[in-house]
């Protein structure tokens, strides 16, 4: 009898979902746990295993399952054996990251990185002139690499003392020395939509 | 210290936290439950130290906040007799006993949960509303010791995201101090927890095979599994939100008003994750006066009720944003700018929620997000409906829940037009979730095939 009454805790008394308490029992009012009978267990643990297959055998499941958790599973047995920051970076950001630490790079050798605003030219342009490059927004950028960089339209785009421009298939970096030159070059990347 | 030493020494500081918040609010519940939750509002009292730090400009060191989360651990926890002689009870009653079915779910769920906290450890924040706000503040707040630093300087006319509150900026600051060069793993702490808090908020009422399966469901609900290692903020505002609604019912059950506070402080952590929660918690309130004109305890109790229940957010709101973003941020943000200028139109309501249907929910791309989750409780919903032509309270108070995220949504795109379809309210839909979870656990059927299970499995 007492197994019964245990065994009603699981659930409700009624077949109205009467709300269960979630409060602790006091140790005075605690009873061994419901036990099951282990043939019944068992039955239970097939029923279980069933209703996982069904479950998984679900398109969306299924589809879930083999692609997410287990490339993320096979990832993980790579991924333990290089724990290496900068590559974990790498392989999240890939070209964007790569191109901040680039330019970042070329300023760092001039030692200049933490004075410089450097205007950059949208994405589209770059494709325009051949270069597959995204370029991250300025707060990314300075997410990636310490360097400040300014969007050409943004209305403080003529503080900006460098530029970056395309040129023969390559990156072309340049001081401000002309303040026209600034200025076209900014009417120049103005022409292209900024993508994020 | 090696990284699991650490993430179990900051679990453990969380659970004394949040253990100490528990127990100053008295509120009652099983082990299980009781285990997770408190580790969870210890992530949320992490989450608020350094960003009171920064209120009263104290720089943001490691020392300083460390120090500042023993003092708030040890403050909470002021009533540690009460406290200790609790833990023991819990000890001497707690008896972790796995049935044997219970293990394929179990086990199902442990290797995706796995999965996820691996990947949340080993890649960098990914997001560009992360890396674009909160994460680089964080980044330079650690070089810089402030919150409000030079990414304030950069050209942020691009992104917005820095004018978010400060949660994830604070834990990202803290984990980063802890070791974690990404920050980030608190996350997975959150989702652990709220998994098993929900398997066993789910096994109060029915049996645990069903509950096993349906949060196996809940785990596989596509897109906010991919939040479950991308931080962002929809994630932890869905489990507070849920948690929230949570004892707001079961304030309903018991009538103890502590349990009615509770609610209010976890809808104003919802809400210091996003503040927009604060008009989802608004639209609580006419089940709450609706509770307590149906007990015939009066309009009057039920206002002061939702005030209970309302008011905590309204602060969390005041403090995070009017006086964080507002007053201390050195970048203006017009927040006000961000409401619809034209509220007389009301076609923005019926054009969002007509798109939440037709795009997000009712759709292939629908299922791509949230697998069959939706479609499940639907079919629960009608099976109910038509096999037992009637709904008890505490189904049709769930029920109010999902409607409030179901017509909120629309609600907050009418009133603010910068919450997009495809990723604000895509995102702001996780919070149905445990919700409709939680209809499911009391679903009169299975509720009933539950009972029959138990009766059988005992016989």
């Known amino acids: ?196 | 210290m090696s990284g699991i030493m650490i993430i179990l020494l900051l679990t453990i500081i969380q659970f004394i936290a949040g253990f100490g918040l528990i127990n100053l609010f008295k509120i009652d519940l099983k082990p299980g439950l009781l285990i997770s939750l408190a580790i969870l509002l210890g992530v949320a009292v992490f989450s608020v130290m350094p960003f009171i730090l920064q209120l009263a400009f104290i720089p943001l060191t490691s020392a300083n906040i460390f120090i500042s989360i023993i003092a708030a651990t040890a403050l909470l926890n002021i009533k540690f007799r009460s406290g200790l002689a609790r833990l023991k009870e819990l000890w001497s009653t707690t008896r972790f006993k796995i049935k044997i079915y219970e293990i394929p779910f179990v086990a199902m769920i442990i290797f995706i949960v796995f999965v996820s906290a691996w990947r949340c450890f080993y890649f960098p924040p990914t997001p560009r509303d992360l890396t674009s706000g909160a994460e680089v503040i964080a980044e330079y707040a650690i070089r810089e010791k402030t919150m409000i630093n030079s990414v304030f300087s950069v050209n942020l006319e691009s992104t917005n995201n820095i004018f978010k509150p400060p949660y994830i900026t604070c834990l990202q600051i803290i984990y980063k101090y802890a070791g974690f060069a990404f920050g980030q793993i608190w996350l997975s702490t959150i989702v652990a927890c709220f998994i098993i808090f929900l398997y066993h908020a789910l096994t109060l009422t029915i049996h645990r095979i069903f509950a096993g399966l349906l949060v196996l469901f809940f785990m596989a609900i596509p897109e906010m599994f991919a939040y479950t290692f991308m931080v962002l903020f929809d994630y932890s505002n869905a489990v507070f939100f849920f948690l929230s609604v949570w004892f707001l019912y079961l304030f309903f059950q018991n009538q103890q008003r502590n349990y009615l506070s509770f609610a209010g402080l976890l809808m104003a952590i919802a809400t210091y994750i996003r503040s927009e929660t604060l008009i989802l918690a608004c639209l609580m309130v006419p089940a709450i006066v609706w509770y307590h004109w149906k007990n015939k305890t009066g309009i009057v109790k039920g206002l002061i009720s939702s005030a209970f229940f309302v008011v905590p957010s309204v602060l969390a709101y005041i403090i995070s944003v009017s006086i964080y973003i507002n007053r201390y941020l050195p970048v203006q943000y017009n927040i006000q700018g961000q409401v619809n200028k034209n509220l007389g139109d009301l076609s923005p309501f019926f054009t969002r929620f007509s798109d939440i249907n037709s795009q997000l929910i009712f759709s292939d791309t629908g299922v791509g997000y949230y697998g069959y989750f939706i479609y499940l409780f639907i079919g629960l919903l009608l099976l109910e409906l038509v096999i037992k032509r009637r709904l008890n309270n505490t189904t049709r108070n769930w029920l109010y829940a999902v409607l409030v995220i179901y017509l909120g949504f629309p609600l907050l795109g009418y009133l603010l037009p910068l919450l997009d379809l495809n990723n604000s309210t895509k995102r702001g839909l996780f919070k149905i979730f445990p919700l409709m979870l939680l209809y499911m656990a009391h679903n009169s059927l299975l509720v009933g095939w539950s009972q029959r299970i138990a009766k059988w499995e005992m016989k």
């Open chain 1, 1 to 196: 009898m007492k197994k019964k009454k245990t065994a009603r805790t699981a659930t409700t008394s009624s077949p109205q979902p009467v709300p269960a308490s979630p409060a602790a029992k006091p140790a005075a009012r605690q009873t061994a746990p419901a036990a099951t009978n282990g043939f019944k267990g068992f039955i239970l643990l097939v029923t279980s295993i069933m209703a996982l297959l069904i479950f998984f055998g679900l398109t969306p499941n299924k589809f879930w399952f083999d692609q997410r958790i287990m490339p993320y599973w096979e990832d993980f047995k790579e991924q333990k054996l290089n724990l290496d920051l900068e590559e974990r970076k790498l392989a999240r950001y890939q070209t964007d990251y790569l191109f901040a630490k680039n330019v970042a790079g070329f300023f760092e050798k001039r030692g200049s990185a933490d004075k410089v605003l450097v205007l950059v030219p949208p994405t589209d342009y770059f494709n325009a002139h051949g270069l597959n490059i995204h370029v991250p927004e300025p707060a990314v950028f300075y997410y990636f690499s310490g360097l400040k960089t300014i969007w050409a339209n943004s209305p403080e785009a003529s503080k900006a003392n460098w530029y970056i421009t395309a040129k023969g298939g390559g990156l072309m970096f340049d001081t401000v020395t002309n303040k026209q030159a600034l200025l076209d070059t900014i009417a120049a990347f103005n022409k292209y939509k900024i993508s994020l």
